[in-house]
């Protein structure tokens, strides 16, 4: 019997201790953060807001808000709304890791936790049908995969990182429902949901993937019944995340939603090896296109080695070969048709962005295909480590982001807001860095003289700006906030009304004469108590279907003792 053959035995299951994958998980991961030691936190592109987020919301638990929505410092302190609409889980993460540790190492910390989730979930994924040495192949090529590497070197993108770790357990779940196993459609659903609430571009990923695997089993097998547990496991997990996903669905009207997909945003212009984009852009494509067409054929070599071998097991490696073929044709032009018919795909904004699932197919089918000691898996090897080594090499190495970021926060200046999260009407690039909380102005937004005039502020938090004002005549104030529909203004307890500037979109409030006190408040609106009790029912429902699917295998093992 043959090196490939002793391969394709499964072991017995005491001979596969956990221990094997989560060191294999944890030393992997750390060999790709250790850098960071020695050379400070990776530049990447979006570091800065990540960094900004996690303070803004460390600061605002100091104030007793614990699940935040209005970015207070974003906009130089004129805020925006962004924690509504950007998914909660990456940045409570990194706002709790900074609340113990310095920030300086959290980014290095929360890299890691998500190359070790990504060991970790590949090997569930892989260990049902490879062998143990195979299984933790395909953990180690799947959390070193040369994309994992630009995500933390050069994007910065905490919040991908960590949901793609999920997909292999995804994956894995869809699998099992297909083979009649439903009682993984609890595990499938809070999978989906914790995708959703990491990173919205990978749950419309995630969705489409999950469309393709349940498509590919029931046709493997001929068989439509898994859809219905399939269907519920993501109706639980859209309810689960609906305290976010309903908010952020209603609230896109009132944020201008088309800046998101800007010119240079465009998926038809950043399709791999595009010529048609602006320069930064087109030297950071032109690094993703050349490691994705080398995955690529790395995938492809696998795919045949499989044929060959006659290791194509139906099913597991047919659905990663669909994967990698689907995910594949959507970074290149051929698919620009799917880009602008099918659902939400065009806010992906990059089509790179599906090497989250091809890395996945290509983790499964290389560790399949290739004995411990062959030469293709020699090749792959010397590939990632190349490719770790090159890119590590032309990586911006900084220490400066983050005491820049915390010096910001420390002065309370604010700083410039890099998302696209702006009120309809609002300017994020005309407000006044310097401008003072409360200013006297005329109809067109200009200040006039004040002498007439006194302002006492009494709070200035997050979500309650509270103050005074003694005037002889009707004053019209601007406050340094930017308008949105959830904030309420009260003069003396009555209901009030906020008023936009159209140069900028700040809020402007016009005061009777008179001594009055006004209140401006970031209400709860009715999304979000919807969203909210959602959630509440979908997880009573969960535990419910948790609950009755343990004691039915708990009496069914109980009648066979």
């Known amino acids: 019997m043959n090196e490939s053959q002793i391969d394709l035995i499964e072991p017995d299951p005491r001979r596969r201790p956990w221990l094997v994958p989560l060191y294999a998980s944890a030393i992997t991961a750390t060999l790709l953060v250790a850098p960071m030691c020695f050379l400070g936190n990776p530049s990447g592109h979006d570091l800065q807001p990540h960094l900004a987020s996690w303070m803004d919301i460390r600061g605002q638990w100091g104030e007793g808000i614990w699940f935040p929505r209005w970015a207070e410092w974003s906009n130089f302190g004129f805020g925006e709304p962004r924690f509504i ?15 113990i540790l310095p920030w300086k190492v959290v980014p290095g910390i929360l890299f890691w936790l998500g190359l070790f989730a990504a060991g970790v979930c590949m090997y569930k994924l892989a260990s049902d049908w490879l062998v143990l040495r195979q299984a933790v192949i395909a953990a180690v090529l799947f959390a070193a ?20 770790a999920l997909f292999p357990l995804m994956i894995w779940g869809i699998i099992r429902i297909a083979r009649g196993e439903w009682k993984r459609t609890p595990l499938l659903a809070v999978v989906l949901a914790a995708i959703w609430l990491t990173n919205a571009p990978a749950g419309v990923i995630a969705g489409y993937t999950l469309i393709i695997v349940l498509v590919v089993c029931c046709g493997l097998r001929r068989d439509v019944r898994p859809v219905l547990p399939v269907a519920v496991s993501v109706a639980i997990g859209f309810g689960l995340a609906a305290f976010y996903i309903v908010p952020a669905w209603w609230e896109q009207r009132w944020i201008d939603l088309a ?49 060959k071998r006659r290791q ?32 939400k795909l065009q806010f992906l904004q990059f ?20 004995p411990v000691k062959s030469k293709f898996l020699l090749l792959v090897a010397v590939f990632i480590c190349a490719a770790a080594v090159a890119l590590a090499i032309k990586v911006k190495w900084a220490g400066h982001d983050v005491p820049t970021v915390a010096e910001k926060f420390a002065s309370q200046a604010g700083y410039f807001a890099t998302t696209n999260f702006q009120p309809i009407g609002s300017n994020r690039f005309a407000l006044e860095e310097n401008a003072p909380l409360l200013r006297k102005v005329d109809e067109s937004g200009d200040q006039v003289d004040a002498d007439e005039l006194k302002l006492q502020i009494d709070r200035w938090s997050v979500e309650q700006k509270i103050f005074s004002v003694t005037s002889r005549r009707e004053t019209l104030l601007a406050l340094k906030l930017l308008n949105y529909p959830a904030w309420q203004v009260f003069i003396d307890g ?14 402007l409030v ?30 009573i429902v969960l535990l419910t279907v948790t609950g009755t699917i343990w004691w039915r295998e708990r009496s069914r093992k109980f009648r066979i003792t």
């Not at 995969?145 to 793609?164: D, G, K, Q, T, W």
């Not at 950043?270 to 852009?281: G, K, Q, T, V």
């Not at 009555?494 to 809020?507: C, I, L, P, W």
């Open 85 to 99: 609409f950007y998914p909660p889980s990456s940045a409570m993460i990194g706002a709790a890791l900074g609340s």
């Open 312 to 343: 194509m097991r139906s099913d597991v490696c047919w659905p990663m070969a669909v994967l990698a073929l689907v995910s594949s044709l959507l970074m290149f032009p051929v698919s620009t048709i799917l880009w602008r018919h099918l659902p």
């Open 351 to 370: 089509p790179w962005r599906w090497l989250t699932v091809l890395t996945v197919a290509f983790a499964v089918l290389v560790a399949s295909a290739a």
């Open 259 to 307: 800046s998101m997909i800007s010119a240079d945003g465009n998926p038809e212009r950043n399709f791999l090896f595009s010529l048609n984009n602006h320069p930064d852009f087109l030297a950071f494509n032109w690094i993703v296109s050349g490691l994705a067409v080398s995955l690529m054929l790395l995938t492809g070599i696998a795919i045949a080695l499989n044929l």
């Open 494 to 507: 009555q209901s009030g009304r906020a008023q936009s500037f159209k140069g900028t979109g700040q809020v």
């Open 145 to 164: 995969n040369p994309y994992n590497v630009i995500v933390i070197y050069y994007r910065s993108a905490f919040a991908e990182l960590l949901a793609a």
């Open 510 to 539: 016009t005061v009777p004469a008179g001594n009055h006190r006004v209140e401006v408040s970031f209400r709860r609106t009715r999304d979000r108590t919807i969203g909210g009790v959602i959630s509440i029912v979908s997880l």
